[in-house]
């Protein structure tokens, strides 16, 4: 199974821009899905999780209220509604998928790396001032 990151692209500081991914290649079972980024400066970084039914998310200071996460079970495919998009959230995003369970409450301690075993390829946002 393979996870493909589709929708980046160029956009202008204050756009909106959404981002998906999808598994490719045979069947999937995730439960916890995120998002990541990371540029050339600096380490992958976290930017959003989301729980196995949906109800609960976390997500990075730096894009609280402006990112939204979102899943489709039916599809296993986890979304990223990026709204008032800056400069500073250009980078590669990188979505990724745990298929082990965890308890809700650790949700928002899971946003570094190690936690998630299986990683898209990443897709490029860029945002112009």
């Known amino acids: 199974v393979q996870l493909v990151e589709s929708g980046g692209g160029l956009v202008q500081a204050g756009d909106s821009l959404s981002i998906s991914c999808a598994p490719t290649g045979g069947t999937f079972s995730p439960n916890a899905m995120a998002w990541f980024r990371q540029t050339l400066e600096m380490e992958r970084e976290f930017v959003a999780n989301?729980?196995?039914?949906?109800?609960?998310?976390t997500y990075a200071d730096s894009v609280k209220g402006r990112f939204t996460i979102s899943r489709d079970n039916a599809k296993s495919t986890v979304f990223l509604h990026m709204n008032k998009l800056q400069p500073e959230d250009t980078a590669v995003y990188y979505c990724?998928?745990?298929?082990?369970?965890?308890?809700?409450?650790?949700?928002?301690?899971?946003?570094?790396?190690?936690?998630?075993?299986?990683w898209g390829q990443g897709t490029q946002v860029t945002v112009s001032s």
């Open positions: 989301i729980n196995l039914s949906g109800d609960k998310t």
């Open positions: 990724a998928v745990r298929t082990s369970t965890h308890a809700n409450w650790a949700l928002p301690t899971m946003t570094r790396p190690p936690w998630y075993a299986y």
